[in-house]
């Protein structure tokens, strides 16, 4: 493997990282990666782990959040083979899948993250700490919503993971896309990088190999097109220390356009099923 990009954590300490390009895979890896991560992900700054909504950046993410719920739980209706047990990897502060047992789903969920957990606790959604509590069971549908990309032992998660999912369920994977044009336009700037919170940086090729190991074929890529303008202006920041909202929606639509053509989009959606 060769270096591909060296970056630094831009949100929490500000330390060096290289990415390191497995040539077979068609992935990177972020190097070195640190064996406590959880230091990194001590941060107001860290959205995902909280319901914040004081800032510009913040409003936005929770106001994308909510329509996205919406579309989630549709696309999980679309490729379900009717088992409505679902399993969300990475849950947060649970609303993906308050959204879910609403629409008559029998919801679990894990998340390492106490303060996320605890925060799901007081909607009503009891979280689990880590996937060892869950490996006895099946679902019909298991989610990881960003998520992949922060798990360590790659290989062996997914052999997990898979070993979770009823033999017809629907294994949904949404991930950001390294070969996208905001990130080859950002660089070492690009926040979806996000190192090393992100271990793991995948292309559509290392998604079809990683799980096509474990007996999981690809049937579905679908794109997250607001991924690009959000990513864009985290990125700005990154690069001039301003939000420049005007360039970072003209990178996230020019990101957007010319994927029309490449079909290399900002982050993309995988809807994986058994071979």
Known sequence: MKPYLKTK???????DFELVHDSVLQMLSTQ?????????????NYISHTDAKETVVEKLYQRVKKYSLHKKVALIEKYSSGNRTL????AGTGDFLLKAQKNNWHVEGVEPNLDARNRAAEKGVELNSDLDAV??????VVTLWHVLEHLPNLE?????????????GTLVVAVPNF?????????EFWAAYDVPRHLWHFSKMSIEKLFGKQGMKVVQVKPMLFDSFYVSLLSEKYKTGNQNYVRAF???LWSNLK?????????????LKRQ
């Open 9 to 15: 954590d831009y949100s929490v300490t500000g330390e």
């Open 32 to 44: 070195p990666q640190p064996k406590n991560l959880d230091v990194y992900y001590k941060s107001e």
């Open 179 to 187: 070969k996208s044009y905001d990130a080859q336009h950002y660089k």
């Open 156 to 168: 062996e998660q997914i052999k997990n993971l898979v070993s979770v999912l009823s033999e017809d």
């Open 250 to 252: 003209a990178v996230g």
């Open 87 to 90: 399993l969300d990897v990475g």
């Open 259 to 271: 994927a029309l053509g490449s079909r290399e989009y900002s982050s993309h959606i995988y809807i």
């Open 135 to 140: 490996l006895e069971k099946n679902y019909g």
